[in-house]
């Protein structure tokens, strides 16, 4: 042991006691998930989760959003304000208290609410903590009343600054441009929330304005949310690309054993499940004890109706749980007052008495469905058989998978260029698209930690096909087995097995063109349907690799978007007029390997995009509108997103 480390004793004095919001500073992580792009935006959503819960309580009808012109966000409601008073044991006004302590508010005194949205319970201090600026508003009693602080430190005391015949909080925030990787907010990712909550509780006006953006009439751009039927109209809005079987879309709103259970389905042609799953207008992405309580009432409700309806005497083998999930689009959302959450991201539901109140209210909603719709009820039936049959034939395909290839003897796809190192959390594969540019990626590569997966051509389309094609296709099995997952049953349902993954960084790489683009559009469709813990758990990326090459004399520089290539091309000119030679990359062939090193494979020197789900329903949305039948909607949606947009090209 060297000098110094005998003098760095570990002693009291080594214990470092956070107190307060300095917590939050340091380890901001804890409370909001990341400092990225999710992060940043979970501070709107936690100021707007106090206004919900106003709204919740009964005193709350409206909630506005401002995206502001220098990146602040201000948040506006008509509830009935924070209370000002004086603490009694703080000794300090309430809003202040609310403002600067952890864990304050009223949503810890059951008499104020009952339930209160929000999965931290952090609330609006944590918000407080991680902004360099933020002042609060207050109408209540008639009067108004300020605060204002940095970084979570109150300028002054709770001051009255006039009158008003109103109530409600105006909450306005900087975010700690210190603290964030990135503080510009995407309109795009508040609306998705905003909608969602305005469908997850309906009657609530809510709305999101860009105060940096105006539309052709000069107006601000503004979105607006109103549901009058809630959940229905979420399952109706998420599947209006598909085509549902049902003529209405079923639907129960009540109350089991003290807990408020909410729940809207419909079936349609697709062979995908798409079940959502929300607590305290939370979602949660990895289920828990009211998506099992779904499933129950579903499963054994439906088998009871299809076996008394005598409709499955021909079938010669057993009905799966998973059967009667197949084309099937569902909403759960419950409010528990004292939800216990656990799982790898904390989104994972444990109060066990929520099984048995979804479980019973799904059962009775759903007998009396059938009862009251025989002829509904025969085509969910019918196309619970099509989906035993179709799994019957996708077991044998499953099987192939699964299989360890005699030839290969490790059971690899021959044509995956393997890594030497043998911890997966040190290695990456990159699925990459054609034998040309997997070529030129297997020579630039680093033998030890990378491995490359060409793939021929375009992978199948997930979204359209039948379970037993998907496993059937030999680019997929290939995947399969060069990453080393498989798929296999677990309490009568499909469950993926990833304990054997064999890298940590699954790379999409595909030529920076249009058919690179419907590429990797497959590959992450194919990963969000089958493989979508592997994204949850942040193992895929997709590659940047640059579109131009800029040539002056010796001097060569990439560029990775059209901005960047001009103020590169005058940046090497220097204000002379000298020739710079643009060249477009439209394949990662037309590089040779130590150029495709050194832009899009060396890790020193690469830019990885990591994909994530911020809104499990919207990417599932988004995946059925891009990649369904419907062509309406994909070319609407293209047309307002893409940049330069050729549709007919």
Known sequence: MSEENKNQEYSADNIQVLEGLEAVRKRPAMYIGDIGMKGLHHLVYEVIDNSIDEALAGHCTHIDCFINENNSITVTDNGRGIPTGMHEKEGKSALE???????????????????????????????????????????????????????????????????TDKTGTFVTFQPDASIFEDTVYHFDIVVARLRELAYL???INLS??????????????????????????FVAFLDETRDSILEEVIYIDGEKDGVPVEVAMVYNTSYTENVHSYVNNINTQEGGTHLAGFKRGLTRTLKKYADESGLLKKLKFEISGDDFREGLTAIISVKVMEPQFEGQTKTKLGNKEVTTAVSQSVSDMLTFYLEENPEQAKRIVQKVILAATARNAANKARELVQRKSVLTGSGLPGKLSDCSEKDPSKCEIFLVEGDSAGGTAKQGRDRHFQAILPLRGKILNVEKAMQHKVFENEEIKNMFKALGVSIGTLDDERE?????????????????????????????????????????????????????????????????DEDQRDLMIQEMKGGKDVNVIIQRYKGLGEMNASQLWDTTLNPEFRTLKQVTIDNAAEADRVFSMLMGDEVPPRRAFIEANAKYANIDA
């Open 97 to 163: 208290v609310v403002m600067t302590i952890l864990h304050a508010g009223g949503k810890f005194d059951k008499g104020s609410y009952k339930v209160s949205g929000g999965l931290h319970g952090v609330g609006v201090s944590c918000v407080n903590a991680l902004s360099s600026d933020l002042r609060v508003e207050v109408h209540r009693e008639g009067k108004i009343f300020e605060q204002e602080y940095k970084i979570g430190v109150p300028q002054y005391d709770v001051r009255e600054i006039g009158t």
């Open 201 to 203: 509780n309906k009657r």
């Open 208 to 233: 999101i304005t860009d105060k940096r953006r105006k539309d052709d009439e000069g107006e601000f751009v503004k979105e607006e949310f109103y549901s009058e039927e809630g959940l229905k109209e």
């Open 496 to 560: 993926l097995n990833i304990e054997k993954l064999r890298y940590h960084k699954v790379v999409v790489m595909t030529d920076a063109d249009i058919d690179g683009s419907h590429i990797a559009t497959l590959l992450l469709t194919f990963f969000f349907r089958f493989l979508k813990p592997l994204i949850e758990q942040g193992y895929v990326y997709i590659a940047t690799p640059p579109l131009y090459l800029l040539k002056r004399g010796k001097d060569h520089r990439y560029c990775w």
